[in-house]
């Protein structure tokens, strides 16, 4: 430790050193927001970006556009969008399929035979999921072999194969009332905060951080995953590993600039 080294500025350097590698950006508001569509963008192969900008901007505002467009257009690389409805999906594949359907039945105060017939489309779907999520959530970590199989299999469960089930998921939901979804999805997800499971609330202190952990969890399998070649495409060219902490200021500011523009 040098003479100007503190343990403060340790932690600083370490933060920072950790946005050198990579960029987590949380988005949240309320329905009709535009999370979505901001998160769309920045998992977009491609931006469109307008060339001369936008109305309001001063002269010097658009050279700097201009600037960090042309940065943004040799450089980018699409971010990758975690959904919270994924992981509250992995919470709810934990409950077998009767489980799940005495849930939904409780939460929307519906008959539990008429639920388990609107819901019979899915059955087999869910029942093959909650197989494969409990199998890989009790997966050994033993050796380095398994360790790697089971964050592969992480990352196409949780940005593959779940979101395209959440999708199933809500449609089947919505047969028994529109509103079904919404609720489902907020009970587990207060439930999980509580209880660490999906349906029930009542409190354990254990599993207060159960669904951050998670979250965490899942972005470091990220990042690791793309450190390995040819997932990463470049140190100094990665949306994640962008050196200039300016530039990554620049980038959000354009790209809530790029949605107003939309609208």
């Not at 390995?228 to 300016?246: A, G, V």
Request: proline fraction near 3%.
């Amino acid at each position: 430790m040098s003479e100007i080294d503190t343990p403060s500025s340790i932690a600083l350097k370490s933060i920072y050193e950790e946005n050198k590698k990579f960029i987590v950006i949380g988005l949240t508001g309320r329905t009709g927001s535009g999370c979505s569509t901001s998160a769309k963008i920045l998992s977009s192969e491609e931006l469109e970006i307008p060339a001369d900008g936008y109305s309001g901007i001063s002269d010097n505002q658009l050279r700097k556009h201009r600037i960090v467009r042309k940065f943004i257009q040799k450089k980018w690389h699409p971010f990758e969008c975690l959904q919270i409805r994924t992981v509250i999906t992995r919470y709810i594949l934990l409950l077998n399929f009767s489980e799940f359907c005495k849930f939904t039945a409780d939460t929307l105060e519906r008959d539990l035979h008429e639920t388990i017939e609107k819901l019979s489309t899915i059955k087999d779907q869910y029942e093959n999921l909650n197989i494969e999520v409990t199998a890989h959530l009790a997966s050994p970590e033993n050796t380095s072999n398994e360790i790697n199989d089971k964050k592969k299999f992480a990352y196409q469960l949780y940005f593959k194969t779940l979101p395209i089930f959440a999708d199933i998921l809500r449609d089947a939901l919505k047969k028994i009332s529109l509103d079904a979804y919404t609720k489902i999805y907020q009970t587990a997800g207060d439930n999980i905060r509580a209880s660490g499971l999906a349906n029930t609330s009542k409190f354990d202190h254990d599993k207060v951080f159960s669904f951050p952990k998670i979250i965490n969890k899942i972005i470091s399998t990220l990042l690791r995953s793309h450190r390995k070649p040819p997932m990463l495409h470049s140190n100094r060219c990665h949306t994640k590993s962008l050196r200039s902490n300016i530039l990554q200021r620049k980038i959000c500011k354009l790209l809530f600039s790029i949605y107003k523009y939309r609208k």
